[in-house]
């Protein structure tokens, strides 16, 4: 169990530009889960995924974002035209559903967009 | 729509009891969980509770009351180390995605 990896750890980019992290969640957990936290806040959802499938979505989440898990296994989270409130830590969590299922949060990609 | 209100801050002092507080109001119930997060870092899981009652686990203890909507964490004998932000959070329902409260900010003081 090597727990959930994301990359990269900060990400500085300009407004406008695309921005693209990934996730690689606990390998026999098949829920994987994108979270936005900014500071003194706690993490707000974004996104999930059961295996392949895209079971639920934001409404918050604005046609910009876009995430993907192709084969089940690691995702990843697309920015397009960031905005300067697009800054946040951008975090990623894994589950296995069974029993009681809870989360494992990856150390996050905190961006920063100039 | 769902709502998770916590405390934003609270100060207590070495080896002394503190009690975070949760209320949430959700369209449906199936858990509460809390997550310790220190400063920079990701959240850990803590405790669960769907159930009514306390959940005892070494210095941390949850308890659920659903008809009230309502959690505490309780945190014994405090140590500096437990300085951290301690977040709520429900689930609505099974396989819904899980709703976190704002986090409270606990700072212990020697």
């Known amino acids: 169990d090597t727990g959930v990896s994301q990359d990269p750890r900060h990400k500085i980019t300009k407004r406008g530009q695309n921005v693209t992290f990934r996730c690689d969640p606990i390998?026999?957990?098949?829920?994987l889960y994108w979270y936005r936290q900014t500071l003194g806040q706690g993490p707000e959802f974004l996104t999930y995924f059961q295996n392949e499938a895209q079971l639920e979505k934001s409404r918050l989440l604005s046609d910009r974002f876009s995430a993907e898990r192709p084969k089940g296994s690691f995702s990843t989270l697309e920015i397009q035209r960031t905005e300067q409130g697009d800054s946040a830590m951008y975090l990623c969590?894994?589950?296995?559903?069974?029993?009681?299922?809870?989360?494992?949060f990856g150390s996050g990609t905190q961006l920063s967009v100039l | 729509g769902q709502n998770i209100d916590q405390p934003t801050e609270m100060t207590a002092t070495e080896g002394a009891i503190v009690q975070i507080n949760c209320t949430y109001q959700?369209?449906?119930?199936?858990?509460l969980f809390w997550y310790q997060q220190h400063a920079g870092e990701a959240p850990t899981f803590l405790s669960y509770n769907v159930l009514d009652g306390l959940e005892e686990k070494g210095r941390f203890s949850s308890f659920l009351s659903r008809s009230k909507g309502y959690s505490y964490l309780l945190l014994k004998e405090l140590q500096m180390k437990d300085s951290a932000s301690y977040l709520c959070?429900?689930?609505?329902?099974?396989?819904?995605?899980?709703?976190f409260g704002p986090g409270t900010r606990l700072s212990v003081l020697p």
């Open positions: 390998s026999e957990h098949n829920r």
């Open positions: 969590a894994s589950s296995l559903t069974q029993g009681r299922e809870k989360l494992f």
């Open positions: 959700t369209s449906g119930f199936n858990g």
């Open positions: 959070a429900v689930r609505a329902d099974y396989g819904q995605n899980f709703v």
